[in-house]
């Protein structure tokens, strides 16, 4: 590890104007401190500390800020040929960047690579004007019309394109002699900005236009959204680079010998890793995760492990494992095979071990308050440059567990002074645990498997799933079930794969939403509920039949139906029936039939759909009927029953409202219990309100109608089986269903905001 002084903004100020850089160009590079370690390391490789020409100087820039870096072990090599000027102007220096990732670590032809550069290939300056006469001669009528409002860039780019090594600087005096030799001095006139004279629109004959029909041909991500990740055989490219607050860089990246190692042990195939905690339940941001991990290795013809990170005991339960295995399977994936990361403490252990021979970890006894002062004020621990030997037997005695909790941990010797805080000796091992608890950062992660010459794996961040209304935080969905602010991680109100799953949202709706949704990067975005809801809608519509439930149930007689009549009355289990036997249920239609109270007025209105007084409304899938009386309570205001008369002929088509009759007359319809659920919380995101977040909980985000009435098809109904109550929503049954009472919870409304697509 590197422990030289890093150097100052001044210094590097200095040394890019020794190689030629604007002073502009030199102090804006100084204030990017990944571009002034990149150029600083071209520099030196490059062997100009003391200086270079203009050009030169140049051309190390476009190196610092361009080159491959799946290549960076061929860098020195076309930095040779830069300081020997065999390689002088950008666009060789272009070619070379773009002949780089096709080789990218391995060894290449020295003769194919200066032939794809031009080098040693000479351009006279007579061949250059005969080009820039050619183009000319092509342009000449553009040329006179603009004259010198001419983009010069227009005549620049054929030229370079037939005489590609040619010296730019050459082309460019070229055309600008040529411009004065065809067009004469420049005029006050060619100064001018041009005068846009406003057309009046052409008439366009309706007829003959063609619209183009065609639909827009989605993406190749959103056809596939794995095709953004790489396959293992190309896993040779530069992960990350480690930039060390000495100027020193490192580039992390697979050498060929480990790669082919790898592929030999697990036959090229991908291989991909769920890793959940098992403490607490699984929420919808894990299905994200689960889609990424499962369905990549899927799309490759790969695996995927699942993974238990069972490295804090206390928080764990018997209970959260199970439910993890149980909810990967409901949700469609089948792990290649099941691990616990305590499978893996004895190797983890022999790994520490060999970081510490090789001087990369020591033993340190600082407390977590004196661990953080040090790191503020980047300053090494006291105990850092401790001997090796004294380190492995101290780190023996943490495993035997003869040092008391909480006085030795065993950190990594990274980099106290970089900005990275993730390189700032992290702890490896604490007595407490027996396993690496690393932050999963790239360049301490890599710096990890670099420092133990192991294979490195691709690493794909992705942002979390954030949806509004909800809260995702392990920690916090536990506080909400331990306090019974819900009723278990089952609650329907939450956003754990188990709660969606009570409250009748399928797998296919949550992949399909995730999908949908992308591998984002980004961490800002908050998804709206609406958009879930969509994909629940999009899938119940084609699998939930329809069925009649009132809620607040009004009493309506029908008083021109004979009493004791039962008509037998055809709806529909779907909006566009089939012709077959389960297009259609029957529902009783008697003397007795109840409706939503809200779906009667004593004044009716023009924007009011309901039943009134003297008003014809159309019983769903039935007949019409008009109110013909209404029957008030003692307080002369509470309406008991209301009267109406139906028409048998069907002669008018009202507004329609959804009804429940008696199946039989005298007996009362189908009780049910209905549970409509709302958001959780009141706020977009309660995760930014801190500590008073539990005061946005929504007081109506569960709302119980115990007394509801259903249509008697409805009694056999089972545990898990969605159904869409007209009018209302979709509802799934509950498992606090009794023989003696089925109880139903509202999955989505059926109001609609998001119309799908991106």
């Known amino acids: ?361 020591y033993v340190d006894h600082q407390t977590p308050d004196e661990i953080k002062e040090y790191r503020e004020k980047k300053m090494n621990s006291p105990w850092r440059d401790r001997p090796i030997a004294e380190s492995l037997k101290l780190f023996e005695e943490m495993r035997r567990g003869t040092i008391e909790e909480g006085k030795a941990t065993l950190r990594m010797k990274q980099d106290m002074w970089n900005d990275n805080k993730n390189m700032n000796d992290l702890i490896a091992y604490r007595i407490k645990l027996c396993s690496l608890e690393f932050e999963i950062r790239r360049a301490s992660y890599y710096w990890l498997l670099d420092a133990l010459e192991l294979y490195q794996p691709y690493v794909w961040e992705y942002s979390r799933l954030n949806v509004a209304r909800t809260m995702m935080s392990k920690r916090k969905l536990k506080r909400l079930v331990t306090a019974n602010h819900v009723n278990g991680w089952d609650d329907p109100r939450l956003m754990t794969l188990a709660g969606l799953r009570r409250r009748g949202v399928t797998s296919t709706a949550i992949n399909s939403f995730v999908r949908e949704i992308g591998i984002t990067r980004s961490d800002c975005s908050v998804i709206q509920l609406d958009k879930l809801e969509y994909h629940i809608k999009d899938e119940l519509n084609k699998t939930a039949p329809r069925r009649m439930v009132v809620l607040h149930p009004v009493k309506v007689v029908i008083t021109n139906l004979e009493a004791g009549s039962i008509l037998d009355i055809d709806a529909r289990n779907w909006p566009d029936p089939k012709s077959d036997d389960k297009s259609t249920y029957k529902v009783p239609l008697t003397k007795t039939v109840y409706i939503e109270r809200p779906d009667f007025r004593m004044k009716d209105s023009k924007d009011y759909y309901g039943l009134a007084p003297g008003k014809t409304v159309m019983l769903k899938y039935a007949y019409p009927i008009k109110c013909t009386d209404v029957i008030f309570g003692d307080d002369k205001e509470t309406i008991l029953e209301i009267h109406a008369e139906y028409d048998p002929e069907k002669s008018t088509k ?25 958001k959780l919380f009141l706020s977009e995101n309660p995760a930014d309100l801190g500590d008073t977040w539990l005061e946005d909980l929504n007081p109506l985000s569960k709302v119980v109608v115990s007394d509801a009435y259903a249509v008697s098809s409805l009694r056999n109904a089972r545990v898990g089986d969605s159904f869409q109550f007209e009018r209302l929503g979709y509802f799934v049954v509950d498992k606090d269903s009794t023989p003696e009472k089925l109880v139903f919870n509202r999955t989505v409304s059926l109001r609609d905001s998001y119309k799908g697509g991106k």
Not at 76 to 87: F, R
Not at 667 to 675: F, M, Q, Y
Request: net charge negative; hydrophobic share 35%; proline share 6%.
């Open 1 to 361: 590890m590197p422990t030289k002084t890093p150097p100052d903004g001044e210094s590097s100020l200095e040394l890019f104007l020794r190689i030629g850089l604007e002073e502009k160009t030199a102090r804006n590079t100084v204030a990017n401190k990944k571009v002034t370690n990149n150029l600083t390391t071209v520099i030196d490789e490059a062997g100009v500390t003391d200086g270079c020409s203009r050009t030169i100087g140049n051309l190390l820039y476009m190196v610092a800020t361009k080159f491959p870096a799946n290549a960076l072990v061929h860098r020195p090599k076309l930095l040779e040929y830069i300081v020997l000027s065999k390689i002088k102007t950008p666009a060789q220096l272009e070619a070379g960047f773009s002949f780089f990732p096709r080789v990218g670590a391995e060894q290449f032809n020295l003769t194919e690579f200066e032939e794809a550069c031009g080098v040693g290939v000479e351009v006279s300056s007579e061949e250059i004007e005969r080009t820039v006469n050619e183009v000319f001669a092509e342009k000449k009528s553009s040329i006179l019309e603009k004259r010198y409002r001419t983009n010069v860039g227009e005549l620049f780019a054929p030229v370079r394109e037939r005489q590609p090594w040619a010296d730019p600087k050459i082309v460019k005096q070229l055309i600008d002699v040529k411009l004065c030799e065809l067009l004469g001095e420049r005029t006050a006139a060619d100064d001018e900005k041009p005068l846009r004279k406003k057309e009046k629109p052409a008439k366009v004959e309706v007829q003959a236009v063609a619209f183009d029909t065609s639909p827009v041909q989605p993406s190749e991500e959103e056809l596939n959204p794995f095709s953004i990740f790489q396959s293992p055989f190309e896993n040779f490219k530069v992960h990350t680079e480690i930039f060390f607050s000495d100027g020193h860089v490192l580039r992390t990246c697979n050498t060929r010998e480990i790669l082919d190692k790898h592929l030999n042990v697990t036959g090229g195939k991908v291989l991909t890793r769920f890793p959940p905690e098992p403490n607490g339940y699984l929420h919808i941001g894990h299905a994200k995760a689960m889609f990424i991990d499962f369905g990549l290795a899927k799309d490759r013809g790969g695996h995927c492990y699942l993974r238990y990170d069972d490295t804090n005991p206390e928080a764990e339960r018997q209970e959260y494992i199970d439910h993890i295995y149980e909810i990967v399977s409901w949700m469609g994936w089948e792990p290649f095979k099941v691990t616990y990361t305590s499978d893996y403490f004895q190797e983890l252990h022999d790994l520490a071990v060999k970081l510490i021979r090789k001087g990369c970890a």
């Open 654 to 678: 009202p507004k329609v409202l959804h009804w429940v009759s008696e199946p039989s007359p005298g007996v009362d319809p189908l009780k049910v219990e209905v549970r409509l659920f709302d």
